[in-house]
């Protein structure tokens, strides 16, 4: 599941192509944003088959090696326990997952030149070696391997990231991202809790309400939340206001504004840091100075309502 800034960043892109096209309705943004969802939730299971494949090329692998014509000792001791993971094993005879992934239709996408050029990096690893050796190998250890070839081996490849660049428009918001929630998910991997792969962004309904709404309230509101604003941008030179700066204030007040249940702090600190990750080396004091004020007068003219036990002075 996309944490609340990761689906704050996707309503941003989405009111960005507003900005750019004033034309365009709110059901053609609706439909962009699901778009956008499904593409996220297309690259997470396209690095977990990767992370799979990569496991079960070991066994490729040690055969090469111990078939070779002049086969070394090193080259006949060639281990594929890799493939023999529980978690990988536990993937491949789930039927959620595997309907999952028949559903993407994604098996194509994956290039069995870079699982083999993964696979190559990681044989070098100390780590790797390590785990090899390991002949009393715990369920800690199992996952520890997993997390570090998504850590080490896939994050850090240029060549995957070039590779999957065609098909995702926004692998640089998205890549990163993904890897460090399947980390998670191998750490909270356990036979009890089998859905932990299960990823889907319709599976959190208050998150998906909250994402729709966001989009569906800044768009509907865009003139009153533009009359807050202006009158705080005095001293500003107009031109030189970054689109996606204003898309961010606007979405920012509008959660001031419309949703009791989020903190003002949470919110000011979400978009301070956005700014900060996607828009230009200013953004983030603008952002902040902005917002700061644009609090403080919200507040005092009683706009800011909160609901909820702590929230009624955050």
Sequence with gaps: MLSRRHLRVKVSQVLYTCEMDKDVKLPELDRYLHHLLFKSEELYYLILIYLMDITQYSILYKEKKSSKLLATKEDLNTDDTLSNNPIIIYLQQSAAFQSHIKRL??????????????????????????YILKSDKTIEDEKGILIYIIKKIIDNSEDLFMHLDAGFLNLSDDFHVLNFLLQKDVEKFTTEHTNNFIFSVESDKEDLDYCKMLLELTYKNQKELEKKIEPKLKGWDMDRIAIIDMVLLKMAVAEFLYFPFIPVKVTMNEYIEIAKNYSTPRSKDFINGLLDKLMHDLKTNGQIVKKGRGLVDH
């Excluded at 194509?108 to 044989?123: A, G, H, N, T, Y």
């Design 105 to 130: 239709k994604i098996i194509p996408m994956v290039d069995s030149i870079e699982v083999k050029r993964l696979f190559e990096d990681l044989v070098h690893k100390d780590k790797y070696k390590e």
